[in-house]
C-alpha cells in the first residue's frame, strides 16, 4: 500500500543512500530474502528493474522469476553481504508498486553434519554462484524437523541425526547434474527452520526429487513443510512484460 | 489489484508475445493450473473471452467454470505443454480484471502404482482429453498422503502401498461413467501433493464418489484434503453474464 | 468487490435469464447454499430485497437472517432443484454491493443410517418446508467426522456406526418441537462433509442441544466442527434496514 | 467497509426503530456480544458516543476499552435481553465508521455443576452488574474443552466434571477481590464453547490468574483457547479522543 | 486505515492529553507492546519522529527497528509503567499513517524459578535497560509451553520444570556477551504465555542462539513457537527514510 508519490522511487534512491545506516553481516555467509509480490495499482515495471540493478550495484545477487498461480505473480531472491542491502532492495521493490505478500529471511550456512567437508564444498554453500546456467525451473519452500511425541528430531542423539543427514544426501545426489539445491538456515530468523530454493530444467525434475526425498525417513518422519512456491527464472526485462 | 489502465490488454498482449521466454515443459505430460477468481472493479467479461481465446490459441485447453459460494465466482483451468503460456493465462485473467483469489499448480503424471498400464491408457493420463462432454458438475480439491506417527504413507512398503491404490481405484471404478477423475501431481510444486479434478452429470455424483472412496483404507487412514471447490462447467461466453 | 456500475442489478437480471445454462441439480433431493454476506460501499437494500424475490420467482426457497458478530451481518439461505438458480441468487446478492464472505455448499440427503424410515420422512429431508414458523433463532455450523489414529469413523464397522448414530438421533430428539434440524451432505462439495442448520424459538435452545449433544459418543470422541454461525431469522424487508 | 453516506447514523436510528423485529431473548439469563473494532476513513467518534448512548437507552448494558495491540483499537461489550437490541447495537458501531474485526456471542448460564447454590449466587451469573467499580484492567478469551485420544473432557463422567471444576473454581477464588470473572455459554453459537471476560486492577491481576490456574489439571490437561484481548475499560466519552 | 485527516497528528496529541484516563500500570515490572508495522497511503516520517519523540517525553522506552520482509516494514518496542502511554504511543504510530499488522503485550516478570536471584539481577529482568549498546540484529517470537498428551508441561511437577530450566539458562548463557534476552510474560494478556526479545552483534548469533537451544529438553519437547521477526534496530531518524 506503499504509494510511489510517497517518495518517488529515485528520490528514495538517492535519499536513502545518504542515510544508510551501518552494515549488518553474518560473521560467515550471506543473508537471503525470498521476496513474493504481486503488482499493485501503481506497479511501475521501469521501476522494478531500477532497483533491481541499484542491488546489483550494492552487491546484491538477484534472481527474478515469473510465479504460477494465486501466491504471487514475480518472486525477487536477494543474497548478498549486508542485510541493510537487502532491506534497501525489498524497499525498492515496494517503491516499484509491488506488494510483497510474502518473503522468506534466512542464511546461507554449513550444517553441523557437513562441517568435514572440502573448503571448496563448504565455499559452495556459503558464498553459492546463483542463478545456476539453463536452470529455469525454480521451486522455494520453508521447512522444520517435526517435534512430536515419538516423533522428535530434537530428542534423537547427534550420531542418528547425521546417519538420517547422510541417507537424504545420498537420496538428493541421485538428482545432481538435474537440480540445483541451496538449503539455508532461519531459526530465530523466520517461521521454520530451514528455506529450500531448487533449480532445475524441468518442472517435473522439481516434482520428482521432492516426490522421492520425502520418503527418506528424515523426511517422510521429521519433516514439516510450508508452502510450496513454483515459477521459472526471468530476466527482469523480460518479466516486467510478463505481468 | 492490478489495474487495466496500466496496460490495457490488447497492449499487453501484444508486448507480451514479444517478450515471451524460451518454453518452460515438463519431459513428459502437461502442465495444469487451476485459477479461482472473483471480479474485482475493472472486471471486463469480454476481456476474459479475449483471454481465453489468446491461449487457446497458443495450444493450452481451457475449462470455464461458473463456481458456487464465497471462494469464487470463476474458475479457470489450464493444461498445456509449455508453463509459460500457462503464465500468459493468468495475466491475461487479471488484465480482464479479475483477481485470482486461489490456485494450483500441477503436471500430469502416471502414477508409481500404475506403470504398467497400456500406452493408450498411459496417455489418457498423461494427455487427456478435456472437458468430458456432458459432465458439467465439477468440483476440485488438492490432497496430501498423512505422515503422522503409525499413519505414516511415507514409511509403508511400496508393496502395502500398491495393494491399498489399487483397492482405490477398484472403488473409484464402480462410478465408470458416471464420474471422470483427473488426479495430477504437484509434489515440490504446490502445498498438496496431488489436485483432484472430478466431472460428473449430476452434483451427487461428486458427492457419492468422495464419500464412498473416503471408506477406503488409503482414504480413511491416509489421506489429508484441502479446500474443495464446486461448479458448473460454463462456456466462457455464456459465464461472463453470470457474475 | 463486484461494483453495480459495472452492470446494473435490473439490467444483470434481464441480461443473465436470456444467457442461462442448462439446469444443473441433483439427481434426488435439493441442493442448497448458505451465503454470510457484509455490506460493502454499494449496498443497495432495495437491490437486494429485488434479488430474493426474483430468486423466490424462478423456485429458490430463500431464508433471510440478522446475524450477530463480525463474521457476517446478514445470511442468505437459498434452497432448489437447480444450482443454476443459486448461481443466480449469489450474484444478485452480489450485484446488491453484499460481499459474500464465507459460504457453505451441500444438497440434502438421506443418511445411509436412515434409509428405511418411512416416505413420508424421507421427503421430508430431502424436500424440506422452509422455514419453520415461529423458530427464529438461527444457526449453522459445518462438521466432519474424525479421522485420527484410533479415533477414526471411517475405520468403524456399519453397525457400529449405525448404533452411534441412533444414540446421536435419540439424544436429539429429546429437542423436538424446541428445534428443527437440516443436515446436509457436502462431502466432494465444499470443505467438511455435512452442514447443520438449527432453527429454534430461543437462543438457548440452540445452545442447549448443541451442548447436550457433544456427550454423545459420536460428536464427543468423532465429530469436528467449523466455524458456528448464529442470526435471527428475518424478513428481507425488515433486515434491509437492521444493517 | 459500510459508509455512513449509504445512510447517515440518525437516520438509520430513526429508522430501524420503525423496522425493528420482535425480540429475541434467551429464557433465562443475558445474550452477550463482544465486539472488537478497529476505526475505518469514516469513524466519527461523536456517532459512536450516540450509538452507545442509544444501546444503553434501549436496555443493554455497553462497556467500553481501550485495547493495546493490532488485534483491535476498541471493544464494545453489550449484555442485554434482547439480541435484536444487540444487533442494533452492532449496527450503530458500524455506522459510526468502525470495521468489527472480531467479536464474540453468548449468553449467560449456571453451569450444570453450579445448579445447587444460593439464589443470590445465581443471579450474579444471570444478571451481573457490569462493569464491576475499578477494575478496569480488562481482558477476554474464548475456550473450549478438549476433545482428543485420553484427554477428551465430553466422555468423562459427570462425577470426574464436577470434581475438576470445584478444584478450578477453588484455585479462581483465591483471586477474589482482584479479578471479576464472567464466564458465559457459546456453544452453537460461535466457534468455542465459552467465551471468559475478566476484570482486575491492575494488568499482572490478570496474567497471574490466568498464568496460576493453567496448572490446575481442569485447564492444563482439558482447556484449548482462542484469541487474548487485552485492554483497559475507558468511558466512551474519553475513549473516542484516545483512538 | 485510520486517516490522518481525521485529526491531524498535533491536535490529536494535545486533544489526547486532556483527555487522558488515569494511569493503568502492574504492581511490580514494565508493561511491553511490540507493534508490527507497515506504511499507509498516508505514511509520514515526521509525525512517527514525533510519535515516538513523544513517548520518550511521556517516559517510554522506545525502540525502532527496520524490518526485512514482509511481516513488517518497521517495528515499534515500547516498554513503560503505564499502558496508557503505551496505547497512546500506538495512536501515534496510526496517526503517523502506519498500519499496525502484528503485535504483542507482556509483561517484565522475575519467573517462579528465579525468585531467588539477587535484588540487582530481578531489577535487570523487571526494568531492563534497552536497547544495549552495539547488538543491532534484533528479533522477536512468542512462545508457549506445550500441553500435548505426555508432552504437558503443566503437568509436570515444580523441581522437574524448575531443573529443566535452569539447563536451558545454562544453555542459553554461554551466549553471554553475543546476545541479551528479554522474556516477558503475557498469559492471560496475548495469544502466547511469553515474548521474547533477543538482540546480538550478527544475525548469525540469533541464528546460532535458537537452534542450539531448541536442543534443551526444554524447548525440544515443550515449547510451541509463533511466527519469528528479523529487523535491524535503527535510530527512528534513519528509519524513517529506509521505508
Sequence with gaps: MRRRHVLPLLWWLADSVTSMSEPMSPSVGL???????????????EALVAAVKAAEGAGVTVITVAMLGHKADVAV?????????LKALQTGIQHAGLDIVDSYVSLTEVSEYSKGMPEEMLNARLYPQLPPAGKNAW???????????????FTLEFD????????HGKSGRTFAGRIIQLVTGSTGLDDYEWGVTLFGVNPDDLKEVVYTMRYDEASAIYAEFGAFYMGMVTPVEELIHQI
Tied chains: 1, 2, 3, 4, 5.
Design 31 to 45: 543473508a537471503v530474502v525470498h521476496y513474493f509480490c504481486k503488482p499493485s495499482f501503481e506497479y511501475d515495471g
Design 160 to 167: 542418528k541425526r547425521k546417519v538420517l543427514m547422510e541417507e
Design 139 to 153: 521451486c522455494f519452500y520453508p521447512m522444520s524437523k517435526r517435534r512430536e511425541h515419538k516423533d522428535n528430531w
Design 77 to 85: 531472491m536477494g543474497v548478498a553481504a549486508d542485510m541493510r542491502q
